[in-house]
């Protein structure tokens, strides 16, 4: 049955090559247009650890000016960063199974003198558990212990490029690297890793380049680094560096794993009793609004993706739209062209049900060379869109949009191909024999 | 004309001449929307900075010798460079400043009249020197520019502002020798000079056009010290490799970077270009297939309809006459179209701007995109139309 229907499509197809060709273009441009901006917007939307996403959480409290909070246009907004003072305390809290705050740094790296100049780098001034966090695969060695992060010990991961850069690609493992000051000796190189978005911190654009090299957080203190991210504040830096550690001004990403429901209570009445103490200390005046977001929640608090992602991926749903309407109409000039034909077959006995089948099933083989050919533009079109932007972020296709593309081509195909498979079924043999 | 039996045809035909009418009514609506997504895009990108943006190079010093933690080291290379600058040939002026303006990084502070019960009005600002007015290309409108001792005053500064921010924090245009605070009274700046509207740090910030400028010694060991350089008109290129090389001999402890300010302005619009060309993309596609359609559809009539063409030209209709018989149905078919995709391009921009973003379109895009798809329309009728006028009259009397 099934290869008597595709014989029977395939041969009606044959009847009018170059009317086929338009009609398969036709349906094809549609799906192209859409797979392709559905996947510029699911790669943005889309969860950049689905294993854990429910189980990492961003903290925010409110520190902010007790005249003013953090957001005029958003009342119940809390600052989206924390401060130094508050993340060493809330790290005494031993519920999380991991925790830490981190933030960029603008650092100098100093090859070898006959390798090349001094660099700038971007760093991640971490704790030892934000490899536990955040699970980047490492290629050599392995996380520095948390022993480092005390003291702190001069420890460093690479990232694959400047393990490139400065080792060519060889286990550096134990090697030493000079920052600013001082040599630090290689604990781990990390193959290329590029969590899209940058979900850890998506402060200074969800889709930009990961950090170059990780270290200590602690290092912070005899060099003196301000974050190369963001920084607020309501009130003075201070005057020095001590002074600017203990203000207000909010610069840190704070994330913790709570696994269980418990571990997540625990810590929000931890959190909770935090904020409190300060209150009698006279900091944190505004009501109590500590958040604990998970992954996906706190992105879309960032909202990581432009809003022209989703206005550009509605137009070409609508385009899908349009090109379906063109194939009803297309189609149905085709069938009731053959009408006469059908006729004849009906007063000859064919069941109106085998001619509806005949010319639905003829739609659906339009509708997958439609599709086929649809994915095989879409990635032309994303290679088009991924040369169109300079940042980190690459567009391609993955199993699941090209299932989703698949699924479009066959709603279309049977969508536009339903009425006029009806109309040409529900033909009048007598008419079409009289004529002839 | 012969609007009868056009009519008569359509009602007899009603599925298919809905089909394209709703086709064309919805690519009315789609292309006039990415039409003013577009225009809104290009209109950001091009509005005036208020900078001299095609004559300015811009300059990264990024210290790595530890000399320069010593901020007289600093300040001594920030002089000789400067010095260096302001006597090359075809420079015009330069200054060192904080951040670059338009480069999408910055700073921010907000600022209100001194002793004023309201909040803070957010504006972007840059640690400069007193050339600084010069090196950007922005006129003073009232006040006098910086002298060498403004420099020097420790905390409360003599402060020059935009116009756009002088008027929002003094409504009534006298902000003029007022002194203006932060989030406390302590240290008040006094506005000593008000500048022609101008573009910071992110020229997307709704709060662009707030700039203030804070004569001061800019820079510092991690954060590097950068420098605006205005050139003579036409002067800048082939410029850059000789201020990095010399800058470089003055003092080899950094890394320099040099990039003109139109290069940096087009970094920070990469994703307005970018939407545009995919706009552009979505729309001549989304034109190609409905006229792709719009042909399908007219053949099919003109097959359909071959007995009653040659029946029509052996009753005495020219060929002309035919052409006109399809031109003029396909044009009421499209116009029925487009009358239901005006309303459909105001609801579509409803829901863009409702629930996405986007702003709101003038009617003229509508008035212009009706006309294209009318002669679209025609355009694509017209090769079926003239194959459906070669019928012979003779075949009419053949096949009857």
Redesign the interface.
């Known amino acids: 049955m099934l290869s008597y229907l595709l014989r029977m499509a395939v041969k009606s197809l044959k009847r009018n090559p170059i009317?086929s060709a338009?009609i398969v273009c036709?349906i094809g441009?549609?799906i192209a247009?859409s797979t392709t901006f559905i996947t510029t917007y699911h790669l943005m939307s889309s969860n950049p650890i689905p294993h854990k996403s429910d189980s990492l959480y961003y903290v925010e409290m409110d520190n902010w000016?007790p005249a003013?909070g953090w957001n005029?246009d958003k009342p119940g907004a809390v600052p989206n960063q924390i401060t130094y003072r508050d993340m060493i305390e809330i790290m005494k809290s031993n519920i999380p199974t991991h925790q830490g705050g981190s933030f960029k740094g603008?650092l100098?790296v100093?090859p070898p003198a006959q390798v090349a100049?001094?660099?700038?780098v971007v760093a991640r001034m971490c704790f030892s558990d934000f490899f536990a966090l955040f699970d980047p695969p490492f290629q050599y060695g392995s996380i520095w212990p948390r022993s480092a992060d005390k003291g702190p010990e001069q420890v460093i991961v690479l990232d694959y490029e400047t393990n490139q850069k400065l080792f060519g690609g060889q286990d550096s493992v134990g090697k030493t690297v000079r920052v600013e000051?001082r040599d630090f000796v290689v604990a781990g190189v990390l193959k290329p890793w590029q969590p899209q978005p940058k979900y850890y911190d998506p402060h200074n654009g969800a889709f930009e380049k990961a950090e170059q090299i990780y270290l200590p957080f602690e290092f912070l203190r005899p060099?003196e680094?301000?974050s190369a991210g963001n920084t607020s504040g309501?009130?003075n830096f201070g005057e020095n560096f001590k002074e600017y550690l203990a203000s207000e001004a909010v610069w840190i990403q704070m994330w913790v794993q709570l696994d269980s429901q418990k571990q997540k209570e625990a810590y929000r009445d931890f959190l909770n009793a935090y904020v409190n103490g300060q209150k009698k200390l006279g900091r944190m005046l505004r009501p109590t609004n500590n958040k604990l977001l998970p992954v996906m929640e706190w992105l879309k608090e960032e909202q990581v993706v432009?809003?022209?992602a989703?206005?550009?991926m509605?137009?070409?749903l609508?385009?899908l739209?349009?090109?379906a309407?063109?194939l009803?109409?297309?189609l149905?000039?085709?069938f009731?062209?053959r009408a006469p034909e059908i006729g004849v077959r009906r007063a000859l006995g064919a069941s109106k049900r085998a001619i509806f089948l005949q010319h639905i099933f003829e739609c659906e083989v339009v509708g997958i060379l439609g599709g086929a050919l649809g994915v095989l533009l879409s990635l032309l079109?994303l290679r088009?869109?991924n040369t169109?932007?300079?940042?980190n972020f690459r567009f391609h296709l993955d199993v699941k949009m090209v299932a989703a593309a698949a699924g479009l081509a066959l709603v279309a195909g049977l969508i536009a191909g339903l009425?006029p498979a009806w109309?040409i079924c529900s033909i009048q043999p007598a008419v079409y024999l009289k004529e002839q | 004309m012969q609007f009868g039996p056009i009519f008569r045809t359509l009602a007899h035909n009603k599925?298919?001449f809905i089909?394209?009418s709703?086709?064309v009514a919805?690519?009315l609506?789609?292309v006039v929307?990415?039409v003013n997504?577009m225009l809104h895009f290009r209109n950001q990108m091009n509005r005036p900075t208020g900078i001299d943006e095609q004559n300015i190079l811009t300059v990264l010093s990024?210290p790595?010798a530890?000399a320069f933690k010593e901020k007289g080291y600093l300040n001594n290379s920030r002089k000789a460079d400067l010095e260096w600058l302001r006597a090359m040939p075809g420079v015009k002026q330069a200054e060192a400043i904080s951040a670059i303006p338009l480069s999408g990084s910055g700073s921010s502070s907000g600022y209100k009249p001194l002793g004023a019960k309201m909040?803070t009005l957010s504006t972007g600002y840059f640690e400069t020197g007193i050339h600084v007015l010069d090196t950007v290309g922005v006129r003073l409108l009232e006040g006098r520019n910086f002298i060498e001792s403004d420099v020097n005053e420790a905390k409360s500064k003599n402060v020059i502002i935009t116009k756009g921010y002088a008027d929002r924090l003094f409504p009534d245009g006298n902000a003029l020798g007022k002194q203006i605070q932060g989030?406390t009274a302590e240290n008040p700046h006094t506005i000593v000079g008000i500048i022609e509207p101008m573009h910071g740090s992110w020229p997307r910030w709704r709060f662009a056009h707030h700039v203030t400028f804070i004569p001061d010694e800019p820079g510092g060991f991690?954060?590097g010290v950068r420098y605006l350089v205005r050139t003579e008109p036409g002067q800048l290129s082939g410029m850059a490799p000789k201020i990095e090389e010399q800058l470089l001999k003055l003092n080899n402890g950094r890394?320099i970077k040099v990039e003109s300010l139109a290069e940096i302005k087009a970094?920070t619009y990469?994703?307005n270009?970018?939407?545009i060309?995919?706009?552009s993309?979505?729309i001549f596609?989304?034109v190609?297939?409905?006229a792709?359609?719009i042909v399908?559809?007219t053949?099919?009539s003109v097959?359909?309809r071959t007995r009653h063409i040659g029946t029509r030209r052996a009753l005495g209709a020219r060929r002309i006459d035919i052409v006109q018989y399809f031109l003029l149905e396909n044009w009421i078919i499209t116009s029925a179209g487009v009358s239901v995709g005006i309303g459909l391009c105001y609801a579509?921009n409803y829901a863009?701007v409702t629930w996405?973003?986007?702003t709101k379109m003038d009617w003229r895009l509508v008035a212009i995109g009706v006309l294209m798809l009318w002669v679209t329309g025609l355009l694509s009728a017209l090769a079926p139309a003239v194959r459906g006028a070669r019928v012979s009259p003779a075949l009419a009397t053949r096949t009857v």
């Not at chain 1, 100049?117 to 700038?120: H, L």
């Not at chain 1, 169109?388 to 940042?391: A, C, D």
């Open positions: 009317l338009l036709g441009l549609g247009v000016d003013r005029d603008s100098y100093y100049r001094p660099f700038k000051d060099w680094l301000h309501w009130k432009p809003e022209e989703t206005s550009l509605l137009i070409s609508l385009f739209v349009v090109c309407l063109n009803i109409g297309i149905l000039g085709k009731l062209a079109g088009a869109i169109l932007f300079e940042i009425y109309r | 599925t298919r089909l394209i709703i086709e919805l690519t609506a789609i929307n990415c997504m990024q790595f530890p909040n989030r991690n954060w890394n970094k990469e994703s270009r970018a939407i060309k995919m706009l993309a979505v596609l989304l190609f297939v409905t792709l359609g399908g559809i053949s099919f097959t359909e579509l863009l996405v973003s986007g």
